[in-house]
């Protein structure tokens, strides 16, 4: 088959060159095998196909969202409205006006966003530079998230709320985690504010306020753990998920096939009775799993090239194995999401049908009719029946005609092939067409599948059934059929045809079995053989179903080292060693290497170790929190017990990070169990090399100050109304304020004039006046002997201007160069000031790199680019 589709964009790469990367120009929109299977399936109506074909080989449109959580989001939505799309409706592209971005129909409050126009074409031709520059400034500072649509769905049927403890299970890159969290945060700057208001006015009791779920004195009390078992990507989530600064999040890496149970603290306990262990369920999971993402290939294009039946075989397991934790993490009464960007019923409703029969069936596991959410979604029913692909690209009708195949002519070619594949026997009746199908050509988006479950009564997983798996090949076992198979040591090796016909079914049970071991431990189920049986008297099994996995007898043991561990919380891991990252050689294969012996090399494999800081949480009386209670005119009602440092010895030595009550809680109780936690905390204070004495050296950072600004104290703080005001502010630099440089400041002139030196918060309050600004901000600044400093990084300078004022022209740092003075900078210095004067243009450099190392951290991150499509993700 020929080329096919809408025109192709080479994406040589952000870095330039390309090198080494595929030019999708040069791929050919069409795969054989893809092809056939879907057409035979039938999974979309004979009626739709030709559409379905024509939408998936076009580029995908461009989509974002906005901020649901912010306030000042709807500032920027405004801001799209108001100039961007008048300005992209008159942009013609190749002859024809360019359609400009349109409100997702079913996305909630005109947050989602599309346009026709490819990514790739907004990046490059000239005229869209003024909006991309916009949605890069944005993104760049948390207000917008580039993300497909069909990826925005999982979110939105998941129905969590402020107050929820919700678990990604497979978050990175985190487009899903960060609609989230903003769930979770949902309406909490407006309670934040109420609370405080009432204890300033003194109509506060002693009991938190706030309504359910955000009833920590405004704040919710909600958490969000996002895994991901990709050490790197783990890290391009912690990048994205750092923009919305929730103390709420706690990053862990893990495989999420045998995500460890957290424990929490113990409840307390009657007088002389043992104290339980309780751990922590869920009232949401994502399981967003890793897929082949064939419904991707409209954004990656590489799929029509790599696509082939074996990638879906080969993730099935893993797949059914991360949904079956899912709910057993899970609450009674919780929700799962199951989503992927693939279009494979072995994916998807093979899966689902899968865990809920290892989860003992439909009594214990609903699936939630989700027809009547997010109306106007275009979408298809799951399918209710399927045939297999197999690796050779034979279509197969059951899993009987798959075992009659076996008899009669061995394995060859079956690899992999499991019973569960394939679609329930008639008697199980599953109402898999709740199941939701998005394909492109629908709503013009890539393709996506996802599934709502709910566990209505506590379950204990079935193992899976090896024998009703076909193995795949395996070194060892090859040899050791070699072996067998030679009659004497002077004769050659028999000719094979297949390796799957050498392998041994036994031998794959007992590796399996190994593993079902270690997932029973994980999740604090007895061994199976004791799990299947009749419940024993007074055996867990007998006990509230809830209590069991919240409650554990804490029972230790010791290593050979010494150490002691808690057992049946999770696997045995060895605390992590005391190093950063350190290279540990193993050798590969069993542990068994005669029986291995005639093939396997044993080759050393080097194994990155990744050793965290550790999480150490400051006494709330310790002596440097009180100076900045005292210079901040902290509310004492501002909790002092959830102060967090990152260093062996748990001493604040350059940064302070503020995490909620529940993330510290679990910090605390899992320190040290080989829980991987990496990342937590949101920066609050950090150390500032201020030049005299009596100005408190930690300031506000940016990240906390949403968190902690309703608790400062008034003389902290300076009110801005006016827009030419902040204007000034935002493009210079160190505005002089000594010198009379005050005066040259308008409104806020006098209030800086005598303010104490250090940091202060800015507070811009909207007027409804023509020259006042329309959203509540608050900024955090600081005044040094001389001159005034809003202490942003210049993407968030730059973001603002562009924003508010439509303003792009040059930032001013009035201390670095004389061509770019400001008349206050202009104006004499007293000789016995200029010594003064060089120190504090040192600090002043020292802050505006502190910030803006911050932010060249984030790019980091995002330059590193190509990661995302690694594992198909609908970013
Ligand atoms: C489809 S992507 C997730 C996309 C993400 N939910 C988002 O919206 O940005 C799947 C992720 O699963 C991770 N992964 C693969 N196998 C895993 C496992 N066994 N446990 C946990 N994560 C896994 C991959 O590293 C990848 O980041």
């Known amino acids: 088959m020929g080329k096919r589709g809408g025109k192709k964009f080479n994406r040589g790469g952000r870095g330039g060159g390309g090198g080494g990367r595929t030019n999708w120009s040069e791929i050919t929109r069409s795969n054989e095998k893809l092809e056939r299977y879907y057409n035979e399936l039938g999974i979309v109506p004979e009626e739709e196909k030709e559409e379905f074909w024509a939408a998936i080989r076009r580029d995908l449109p461009n989509s974002f969202r906005f901020t649901g959580s912010r306030g000042h989001a709807l500032a920027v939505q405004e801001r799209l409205k108001q100039f961007y799309i008048p300005e992209i409706t008159s942009i013609k592209y190749e002859g024809e006006f360019v359609e400009p971005p349109r409100p997702v129909e079913w996305y909630p409050d005109q947050l989602a966003w599309a346009m026709t126009t490819p990514k790739q074409v907004i990046r490059r031709f000239a005229p869209f530079s003024s909006f991309q520059k916009f949605l890069v400034a944005e993104t760049e500072v948390g207000n917008i998230s580039r993300q497909e649509v069909v990826s925005m769905i999982p979110p939105l049927l998941i129905d969590a709320h402020p107050g929820m403890t919700v678990l990604d299970m497979c978050a990175a890159p985190g487009s899903k985690s960060a609609q989230l969290m903003e769930l979770l945060h949902a309406g909490e700057e407006d309670t934040i504010l109420d609370a405080a208001q009432k204890v300033r006015e003194g109509a506060a009791g002693e009991e938190p306020l706030g309504p359910e779920g955000l009833n920590d004195d405004g704040r919710t009390t909600g958490l969000l753990i996002c895994n991901d078992s990709d050490y790197k990507r783990a890290h391009m989530l912690i990048h994205q998920m750092k923009r919305l600064s929730s103390p709420n999040l706690i990053v862990t890496n893990h495989d999420a096939t045998m995500y460890p149970s957290i424990k929490l603290p113990p409840a307390p306990s009657a007088e002389g009775k043992p104290q339980m262990n309780r751990y922590l369920k869920f009232d949401r999971i994502l399981a967003d799993v890793p897929c082949s993402g064939d419904g991707t290939p409209r954004k990656n294009v590489s799929v029509w090239k790599d696509w082939n039946p074996a990638n879906a075989l080969g993730l099935y397991v893993t797949q059914a194995r991360i949904l079956v934790r899912a709910l057993q993490m899970l609450k009674v009464g919780g929700r799962v999401v199951y989503s992927t960007c693939s279009l494979n019923p072995i994916e998807n409703e093979a899966v689902i049908a899968s865990a809920i029969e290892r989860c003992g069936g439909s009594a214990n596991v609903k699936i939630l009719d989700c027809s009547k959410e997010l109306p106007g979604l275009k979408r298809a029913p799951g399918m209710r029946d399927w045939k297999v692909m197999d690796r050779e690209g034979r279509i197969w009708n059951s ?53 709502v479950l709910e566990k209505t009564q506590e379950i204990r997983a079935k193992p899976e059934n090896v024998s009703d798996v076909i193995p ?88 050979e080292n010494g150490e002691e561990l808690l057992l049946g919380d999770r696997p045995i891991h060895k605390p992590a060693p005391a ?95 080989g829980m991987k936690f990496v990342h937590c905390g949101v920066k609050m204070f950090v150390k500032q090399d201020a030049q005299r004495e009596n100005v408190c050296r930690w300031r506000i950072q940016t990240d906390g100050l949403r968190i902690i600004e309703p608790w400062v104290g008034s003389s902290r703080s300076v009110t801005l109304t006016k827009r030419e005001t902040l204007r000034k502010l935002l493009v210079e630099m160190f505005p002089k304020v000594n010198d009379d440089g005050w005066k040259s400041l308008g409104e806020i002139g006098e209030q800086v004039k005598d303010i104490p030196m250090g940091c202060s918060i800015l507070r811009v309050e909207p007027t409804g ?38 303003d792009d022209t040059p930032l001013v740092n009035a201390t670095q160069k004389k061509g770019n003075e400001s008349p206050a900078v202009a104006a004499p210095v007293e000789s016995t000031a200029a010594a003064e004067d060089q120190a504090l ?18 790019e980091t991150y995002t330059k590193a680019g190509g990661e995302e499509d690694r594992f198909n993700t609908t970013v």
């Not at 076996?406 to 109402?431: C, N, Q, Y």
């Not at 990744?610 to 901040?632: A, G, R, V, W």
């Not at 243009?841 to 984030?858: F, I, S």
């Open 769 to 806: 006046k023509e020259d006042g600004l329309t959203e509540r901000m608050v900024l955090p600044l600081w005044r040094s002997l001389h001159s005034l400093n809003l202490m942003l990084p210049k993407e968030d300078r730059r973001a603002m201007l562009l924003r508010i004022f439509n």
């Open 472 to 559: 795949k090949a395996s070194v060892a076992a090859l040899a050791d059929e070699l072996d067998s198979r030679k009659k004497s040591n002077s004769e050659p090796y028999q000719k094979l045809n297949s390796l799957d016909d050498l392998v041994a079914p036994d031998q794959e049970a007992a590796k399996e079995a190994a593993k079902n071991a270690t997932v029973a431990e994980a999740t604090h189920q007895p061994p199976y053989s004791t799990t299947l049986d009749a419940p024993q008297p007074g055996s867990p099994s007998k006990r509230a179903a809830d209590d069991f996995e919240s409650e554990i007898p804490a029972k230790k043991t010791k290593l």
């Open 399 to 451: 899993w009987k005609d798959v075992e009659e195949h076996k008899e009669k002519e061995g394995i060859d070619g079956l690899a992999r092939i499991a019973k569960g594949m394939f679609a329930p026997e008639s008697d199980v009746d599953l109402p898999l067409d709740r199941c939701m199908r998005v394909y492109p050509h629908h709503q013009d988006t890539g393709g996506f599948f996802i599934t």
């Open 579 to 673: 190093v950063e990252t350190v290279e540990t050689t193993e050798t590969s294969g069993s542990n068994t290497p005669a029986q291995s012996a005639p093939l396997a090399l044993e080759k050393p494999v080097k194994k990155k170790v990744h050793q965290e800081d550790p999480y150490k949480y400051l006494d709330p009386n310790h002596e440097e929190l009180q100076p900045i209670y005292s210079f901040y005119e902290l509310s004492e009602r501002f909790p002092r017990d959830r102060f967090m440092v990152r260093n062996v010895e748990g001493n604040p030595t350059r940064t302070v990070y503020y995490t909620s009550s529940l993330a510290r809680d679990i910090l605390i109780q899992n320190e040290g169990s």
């Open 841 to 858: 243009k040192v600090e002043n450099e020292q802050l505006g790199e502190v910030e803006q190392e911050h932010t060249d951290t984030r």
